[in-house]
């Protein structure tokens, strides 16, 4: 089948590169895709380095891994999906900004009628939000900090709403702040240390401070994490305690642990749930119930789930639609900081 897909080279710069793609292997389906959803931290971690010190010798880079769409034929092996059925998928590799995509069973969820492509194309990010949470283990009517409200922070924000948790999102984008305000979160703030702010979170924290916090931005958290910190309940022996977790690609200097720290957790929350990037799980293979209660597959219903019963609003993060073609100017524009006012963006045929 001839397809399109968006490439990166070496020197960073976006282009469409055309050519086959064979039919989906077992495990597989192939799908038409309807919406591709960029992953801006991620994706521009890939394309800056390139643009910094450019390498006409290095292989392109083949973005994206978020996307929905229509099954339009199955692999061996492949079982519950037919041809025509409205789909959510990702992986990195796979679910690509291309026309057409030969993805995994085990990372696809048929989509019911009453979730859109929009909303299904959210799904990498959303479940990356979610493995986030369920990382935090939350506890209902705790208050926490979510640092960085990009996407996974705004998607965090809504799912510890929906789990009855209250959340402070942080956020030096006014435009950021404001979106999230209009999806309900409970306070924004554009510092962690300014005395107006401090006054805020702890009379939202029935004066007691904070339970914990997900730092979800790149670059230097050490700041950032000393201030959660801080806000969070500090009992008669000053040990404070509870869970910080770290989902974006953040770096901590000379940071002290132990009774610097006091006994708070530091977790690492990483892609999707289990499964993910286990090629023979991805392609069919379940784990038990009973020992992995919440994989990637399960992740995905239940972000489904949320869309249908409407606990969770991610039209309103969507700002940008562009053509497939489009790409080279979309790349262009995130690069040199022209495409203001950026959220969720996606790419269609």
Request: glycine share 12%; hydrophobic share 40%; charged share 20%.
């Amino acid at each position: 089948m001839k397809n399109k897909n968006i490439a990166i080279d070496g020197s960073g710069k976006a282009f469409i590169e055309s050519g086959d793609l064979g039919d989906p292997g077992e495990g597989q389906l192939q799908v038409k895709m309807e919406k591709s959803q960029i992953s801006v931290g991620t994706e521009m971690m890939g394309v800056m380095p390139r643009r910094k010190n450019p390498n006409p010798a290095a292989a392109p880079m083949r973005p994206g891994y978020s996307i929905s769409g229509t099954v339009i034929k199955t692999g061996t092996g492949v079982d519950g999906f037919s041809e025509g059925d409205r789909v959510m998928t990702m992986g990195a590799g796979n679910a690509t900004h291309a026309l057409y995509s030969n993805v995994n069973q085990n990372l696809t969820l048929k989509m019911p009628a009453a979730v859109s492509f929009e909303e299904g194309a959210y799904v990498a990010l959303a479940l990356t939000a979610m493995q986030a949470v369920r990382r935090l283990d939350p506890e209902f009517g705790k208050t926490y900090i979510i640092a960085g409200l990009g996407l996974v922070g705004q998607l965090s924000a809504q799912i510890l709403s929906a789990a009855g948790c209250a959340a402070v999102g942080l956020d030096i984008s006014a435009f950021r702040n404001g979106i999230a305000d209009n999806n309900g979160i409970d306070l924004t703030v554009s510092s962690l240390t300014d005395e107006s702010s401090k006054k805020d979170i702890f009379a939202l924290a029935n004066g007691d401070g904070v339970d914990g916090g997900i730092i979800c931005f790149g670059g230097d958290g050490t700041e950032t994490l000393k201030s959660i910190y801080n806000l969070m309940i500090t009992p008669p022996d000053s040990h404070r305690f509870g869970p910080i977790v770290v989902v974006g690609g953040c770096v901590f200097n000379n940071l002290m642990l132990a009774a610097a720290l006091g006994n708070v957790d530091i977790r690492s929350a990483a892609r999707t749930g289990p499964g993910y990037k286990d090629d023979s799980w991805e392609r069919g293979r379940d784990y038990p119930k009973g020992w992995v209660r919440w994989d990637t597959q399960r992740n995905m219903r239940y972000f489904s789930s949320l869309l249908v019963k409407k606990r969770m609003n991610v039209t309103s993060l969507t700002t940008h639609t562009f053509k497939l073609d489009d790409a080279p100017n979309v790349y262009d524009g995130l690069a040199d900081g022209s495409l203001k006012d950026s959220l969720g963006i996606f790419f269609e045929p």
